[in-house]
């Protein structure tokens, strides 16, 4: 029943449902929450998933090793990069 409800919908009024739906479903606090843990931590959860798919290539077989070195170098870079302008933020707010 509510399939069919859904399917009868013009395009543009799904779209305002399904808004609606999880405006209603997900307090606003949670996605705060959300937010404020990620703040600081993207770039850090970005190399990790990098350095994992790389892995994952490379185990099967997709990458040679030096790939793989190359992966490591970059997420290694995007670490260091983040930890550095954190630094020079904190410095300049002192």
Excluded: C
Excluded at 27 to 38: A, D, S
Excluded at 69 to 74: D, E, G, P
Aim: overall charge positive.
């Amino acid at each position: 029943m509510t399939w069919r409800l859904l399917a009868s919908l013009p395009p543009g009024e799904k779209v305002k449902l399904i808004a609606y739906v999880i405006g209603k479903g997900l307090p606003v606090n949670t996605m705060n929450g959300i937010r404020e843990f990620l703040r600081g931590k993207k770039a850090y959860i970005t190399a990790v998933v990098g350095l994992l798919g790389a892995v994952v290539a490379w185990a099967d077989g997709q990458i040679d090793t030096v790939a793989l070195l190359a992966a490591a170098w970059a997420a290694a870079q995007t670490v260091f990069i983040r930890a550095g302008i954190a630094n020079e933020v904190n410095k300049a707010q002192q």
